[in-house]
């Protein structure tokens, strides 16, 4: 370690600059602003006036405000947990020597490397009612249901988390596949030997040993359920009538579509304090339950 | 054995139906934009139509500037790579080379940018760009990632790893600092250098939203805002060869480069999974 006085300070300095510029200081803005009303549509309100907490208390007296804490919710707890569950049975599967294995890997992996806006045009073509595949397929499966997918309102939310699942389940997989990787084989043995059955070698052996890989997969998985709504944006809008709309859109259409920057800069507020707090509880939990690399 | 073997076989046919699943969407729009514009498919007509055109992704061509679009995405990718580069690597090296007052909180610092994602803050850096009267331009989207906390962790953990004959052989050489980055730190580094490259690359290539919010006009859009043009085309219906048209012309760049390097790929993804 070397000691020099002004050297590693202007090193750092243009990181420092672009993470002040672009995080530290929107994020403090957006705290400062959320207690204004300002909405750019409104001449009497096109300068902030100071309202206290008004803007908060607006939002959770909101029904349509907890519907979308209420979709959010949904697509979350729906499409994490699934997803990442999903991941770790391909990753088994496809644990594998037979011949061919790359293959099958990348028909599973190649999602993850689309945008996902083109991922969800592709999917506005897949799921067409009448002839779509997507319909064609659960048909043969024996699905007399409705066949518009992102205009029911009952199914929109679904259909955007089905797409989440398609593109993500594989990125996921190669994380636990390369954890598999990284076990040693000696364990399996002395497990067989014992006489562990399939179910109980995957439950008292892999996934401890693959806790550090769920840790891990579960942060992203979470953090990317809040920050993408490429695919709502092109297939359902947010509808029908906010029936898929969640956290992201919401800010996105009280900023650009309600020029509403008061209540803009509140949502930002509550959507940092949720992935804050969720990274910050990662963190202590890694930090708390190390589980040493096989 | 005979048992083992009809295991192995079932198992086989299930991962196939999944995996063939998995592949429908993109393959079915791949033959799809490969359809005469005139052949509209329908009940039971829904794979090739009477021979293979290319009319769709000609129209694809003449109704928005796929050129512009490219040309664009390519300048934001390597701009915002080419910045990162030196602001990852001058940062990382001065976290692992040097003892200095505040360092530890310095570097948690830079680490909120990894907990707060930007896309979160799209808000106030909407009115920041709008600041800095650089509102659409290639660098307003870009700008807001030439500082990466990500890169300069992973960066970081991979110079730590050099070990410290390697640095001293250079200090006792005469070594100034840069000339440690040029010949030491960076040539022990380079598979790091290429995992991030690689994730940066496909990021801002993938991004959406941000650029849609802070560009307006097509000489600064990239590929991925270029296509909501198409989106319309899908709800009027029928036009489907040409929304999947468009939507290869976006992801065959992608697709071709992980297919070639698709070892490399991974493992730049794996990396951006690093903790």
Redesign the interface.
Known sequence: ????KL???L??F??????S???????L??LS?SFFKQRLNIAKYREPVFNGIQNYSELFHNHEFINVLYNTLIYVLGTVPLTILAAFILAQ??NNK?KGIG??R?????????????A???????L?P??G?FN??LSLLGYSGPQNWTANPNLALFAVMIIAF?KNA??YM??YL?GLQNLPASIYEAAKLDGAGYLRTTFSITLPLLK?STL??ST?AF?SA??T??HI??LTKGGPSGKSTVL?YY??QT??ENLD?GK??AV?II??VI??AF??SNIVL?EKKEVPRG | MAKKHIKQTILFLVILFFALLWIAPVIWSFVASTRPLSDPMGRGDVWFGHGLSLGSYAKAFSLAPFGRYYLNTFILVTMVLGVQLVTVTLAAFAFTYYDFKGKKFLFTYILLQMMIPTTALLVPNFSTIRTLKIYDTILAIGIPYFGSAFGVFLLRQAFLSIPGSLVDAGIIDGCAWWQLIRHIYIPSAIPTFTAFAISSISWHWNEFLWPLIITKSDASRPLTAGLVRFTQLGEMGAQWSLLSAATMLVIFPLLIAFLIFQRKFIQGFLHSGLK
């Open positions: 370690m070397k000691q020099k050297l590693p300070y090193l750092i243009p990181t420092f600059l672009f993470v510029v672009f995080t530290v200081w929107p994020t803005l957006s602003k599967l496809l037979f293959y099958f990348l028909a599973f992996f190649h999602p993850s490397i689309l945008p996902m806006v083109s969800a045009t592709i999917w506005m073509f897949f067409t009448d002839y595949l064609t397929s398609w594989g990125y190669i994380f390369a550090r891990f997969i992203i953090i809040f920050q709504i490429d944006f092109v992201l800010l996105w900023r650009f920057v803009a800069s930002t959507l940092v992935l804050l990274t910050m890694s």
